[in-house]
């Protein structure tokens, strides 16, 4: 039976150049206080053993930790797994963090926080005193929580901010801030259904804790004023669920001049308005029109296939990353938003209105 080679450690480099540990760790950190000559024997060492360094090495400097705290909320996330019903958000989020990450040598760690209890100052600052992170990606609905910013400035974290603007308080530093474009994707999913004719153009909000979701009212609501249509009573709110889609989407259908399109804020909204549809025989999309925001998988395979905002989630979480790697220093003095456009997939879901098809 072949032998099992051992892992060449940083012991193993420092032995073989007649170093300390500390030494070998600078230089693998790039530190500047290491004499040529020196870095020059300890590289020659880790070429010629083969030495991969590890997080464990490149933290022995002291100044880095090579990791990202990446924070979601702890309810709605694990309510979604158990109802198995799976979080594209949390799988597309993870996919652009975490190959973010790893082109810089770093890694990243999910943690989810309660958003509204009353210890979550006390488990996140455990959080970030056992794991120094070297900053923090906050999603919605983290990204405006005040006790969350103040306690990662409290632990002197830089921070980005997915879908957030600013900062109403002075006193909190805004952090990087990586936003998708939600009001003009509104305005581009509005858009398409007027230029198919569509007059009466119903919405379906996410809840208020969201920033996002005012932001899509906003575009929505622009869009329709800009081709001087109201918008009263075309408006019902959900919070992201299935069971609160459906009791929108019904409202909605219900009302004496009925929408002939709708927006809703999510793809389980959307499902929902799907079957609100069936139940008062309205065919989509010979009778109602509808367009939904997310894009995940699901949308593709419904009958028929829907019209979506995609959400370029990936990419946003990548930007994130990134600018907490290489410009930390912004956090203390950040410049506008990054606005990361999103696009539209137009599928069989949306047609004219029956009185112009």
Known sequence: MARRRLAVTIKHVAADAGVSLQTVSRVINSEP??????RDRVQASIDRLGYVPSI????MS??????????????????????RQGTDWVDQMLLGGMLECAEHGYRMIFELVDT??????RELGAALAALQPDGAILTPPHSDNPRILATLKRHHVPYARIGAQGHEDGALPAGIRVSMDDEGAARRATRHLL?????????????????????????????MAAADLKTDGLIETGDFSYASGLRAAKALLMR??????????????ALATIEAARDADLIIPADLSLVSFDNTPLVRFTTPPL???????AETT??????????PSVTLDPPAPVIIPMGLVERASTAPPPDVA
């Open 116 to 121: 509204h209890a009353d210890h979550l100052e």
């Open 56 to 59: 464990a090495a490149q933290r």
């Open 195 to 223: 230029d198919m004719g569509h007059r009466r153009i119903g919405f379906i909000a996410g809840p208020a804790e969201y920033r996002l979701s005012g932001w899509r009212v906003d575009g929505w609501q622009a869009e």
């Open 256 to 269: 004496a001049e009925r929408p002939t399109a709708i927006i809703a804020s999510n793809d389980q909204m």
């Open 307 to 313: 019209t979506a905002v995609d959400q370029p989630i």
């Open 318 to 327: 990548a930007m994130a990353v990134r600018l907490l790697i290489t410009a």
């Open 62 to 83: 002291g100044s880095r930790s090579y990791l990202i705290l990446a924070l979601n909320d702890r309810e709605r996330t694990i309510a979604d797994w158990r109802a």
């Open 33 to 38: 206080n290491v004499r040529p000559e020196m």
